[in-house]
Nanobody, 123 residues
Framework: QVQLVESGGGLVQAGGSLRLSCAAS????????MGWFRQAPGKEREIVAA????????YYTDSVKGRFTISQDNTKNTVYLQMNSLKPDDTASYYC????????????????WGQGTQVTVSS
């Protein structure tokens, strides 16, 4: 089992920045691909970004390319999502996910999920 706990959400003005963190515990974290997803009210959950366990490959949805950066620190069992130039459309609950298969994470079918952290961007 892997337990995931997100933090770092909050209220920010448009154009501002936030850094989300996802702390993992349980099984060997460094062998898991990780992803960030978000879900806004009335909308389906969508992938935001994902990263392989080595950090060698990343994926970003088009709407966040150039603004968000996913990274991980295996020594701290933590994955981060740096969000810059935030827009009101980025308002959502953000969730991290883990799986031992990167494509599975990207498809939103990861085995492990956190409880989420709320991000609200005001205009």
């Amino acid at each position: 089992q892997v337990q995931l706990v997100e933090s770092g959400g909050g209220l920010v003005q448009a154009g501002g920045s936030l850094r989300l963190s996802c702390a993992a515990s349980g099984r060997t974290f460094s062998r898991y691909a990780m992803g960030w997803f978000r879900q806004a009210p009335g909308k389906e959950r969508e992938i935001v970004a994902a990263i392989t366990w080595s950090g060698g490959s990343t994926y970003y949805t088009d709407s966040v390319k150039g603004r968000f950066t996913i990274s991980q620190d295996n020594t701290k069992n933590t994955v981060y999502l740096q969000m810059n130039s935030l827009k009101p459309d980025d308002t959502a609950s953000y969730y991290c996910a883990a799986d031992n298969n990167f494509p599975t994470v990207v498809r939103g079918l990861a085995d492990y999920w956190g409880q989420g952290t709320q991000v609200t961007v005001s205009s």
